[in-house]
Nanobody
Framework: VQLVESGGGSVQVGGSLTLSCVAS????????MGWFRQAPGQEREGVAV???????DYSDSVKGRFTISQDNAKATVYLQMNSLKVEDTAMYYC????????????????????WGQGTQVTVS
């Protein structure tokens, strides 16, 4: 599966952005889909994931502010980001993994084997 992110940009503190990840090459309903982010000098961090027939997980740092959703007909995964903070500044990546991922690893980057090129989010 190929993944292409869009929707990043610059926004003020407290603002909102919606990221999109369009998938091609396979049916995303078969995949665990995730959003990750990486700030300069930091490790890639899991933000939100949506797993088929299992549900949704969020990192504690974004819980209550970010919402992940999926439209299988459009082969698109979204990340609605509200109440943005300076510390949300990072490159955001869409990721996919076919098959089951244990709950403890769903927000772990190494559990995913398909990645998009990233979209930059800057909050100031």
């Amino acid at each position: 599966v190929q993944l292409v992110e869009s929707g990043g940009g610059s926004v003020q503190v407290g603002g909102s952005l919606t990221l999109s990840c369009v998938a091609s090459g396979d049916t995303i309903g078969r995949y665990c889909m995730g959003w990750f982010r990486q700030a300069p000098g930091q490790e890639r961090e899991g933000v939100a994931v949506i797993a088929p027939d299992v549900g949704i997980d969020y990192s504690d740092s974004v819980k209550g502010r970010f919402t992940i959703s999926q439209d299988n007909a459009k082969a698109t995964v979204y990340l609605q980001m509200n109440s943005l903070k300076v510390e949300d500044t990072a490159m955001y990546y869409c990721a996919a993994s076919r098959g089951y991922i244990a709950t403890s690893r769903r927000l772990v980057a190494t559990a995913y084997n398909y990645w998009g090129q990233g979209t930059q989010v800057t909050v100031s």
